[in-house]
T-cell receptor, first 113, second 113 residues
Framework: ETGVTQTPRHLVMGMTNKKSLKCEQHLGHNAMYWYKQSAKKPLELMFVYSLEERVENNSVPSRFSPECPNSSHLFLHLHTLQPEDSTLYLC????????????FGPGTRLTVL | GNSVTQMEGPVTLSEEAFLTINCTYTATGYPSLFWYVQYPGEGLQLLLKATKADDKGSNKGFEATYRKETTSFHLEKGSVQVSDSAVYFCALITYNQGGKLIFGQGTELSVKP
């Protein structure tokens, strides 16, 4: 595996379910990110981790809970989501937090019923 | 605050036509500038970047020059192909923003044979 991978690629869940999105980077980077891509809106940064510590949280509802157990893995835990949370979630990584180039995964398409 | 403005799409061109997608920005400090491309059903791929004024980024026949005097980073390609059909995102990042990439809204390009 190379670059940034995300699993699953597609996820359908009910409003009462608990699920997790997984991201793994194979680039030896120290920083990882979660973005949300909604139709007709610019990408929105959700969370930033640097060396497993959260450094940015952009007023994201608590029903989204990130976890970064090591610098190669990033999770987004989901619970009691709303239908309006249905969209594409993208993971990215960069060498460090700052101005380094961010490399993106293929995304997870989430549908909340 | 920092922002990126792209020309609205969709842009429809015939194969071998010249492409320009306009991008202008507002930023404090000295941003790094990026173009990302998103093919249908995929994540974002870095297309090119420039980190200081008058730098020219280039890749796969695409070019963009960092113009500080006009705060612009327009994307150009001399002869587009059907395979260039995608959504193109202009983005910027500045050093003290916690790794937050600021994206434009994206410009959809459709190239017809």
């Amino acid at each position: 595996e190379t670059g940034v991978t995300q699993t699953p690629r597609h996820l359908v869940m009910g409003m009462t379910n608990k699920k997790s999105l997984k991201c793994e980077q194979h680039l030896g980077h120290n920083a990882m990110y979660w973005y949300k891509q909604s139709a007709k809106k610019p990408l929105e940064l959700m969370f930033v981790y640097s060396l497993e510590e959260r450094v940015e949280n952009n007023s994201v509802p608590s029903r989204f809970s990130p976890e970064c157990p090591n610098s190669s893995h990033l999770f987004l835990h989901l619970h009691t989501l709303q239908p309006e949370d249905s969209t594409l979630y993208l993971c990215a990584s960069s060498q460090d937090v700052g101005t380094d180039t961010q490399y993106f995964g293929p995304g997870t398409r989430l549908t909340v019923l | 605050g920092n922002s990126v403005t792209q020309m609205e799409g969709p842009v429809t061109l015939s194969e071998e036509a010249f492409l320009t997608i306009n991008c202008t920005y507002t930023a404090t400090g000295y941003p790094s500038l990026f173009w990302y491309v998103q093919y249908p059903g995929e994540g974002l791929q870095l297309l090119l970047k420039a980190t200081k004024a008058d730098d020219k980024g280039s890749n796969k026949g695409f070019e963009a020059t960092y113009r500080k005097e006009t705060t612009s980073f327009h994307l150009e390609k001399g002869s587009v192909q059907v395979s260039d059909s995608a959504v193109y995102f202009c983005a910027l990042i500045t050093y003290n923003q916690g790794g937050k990439l600021i994206f434009g809204q994206g410009t959809e390009l459709s190239v017809k044979p």
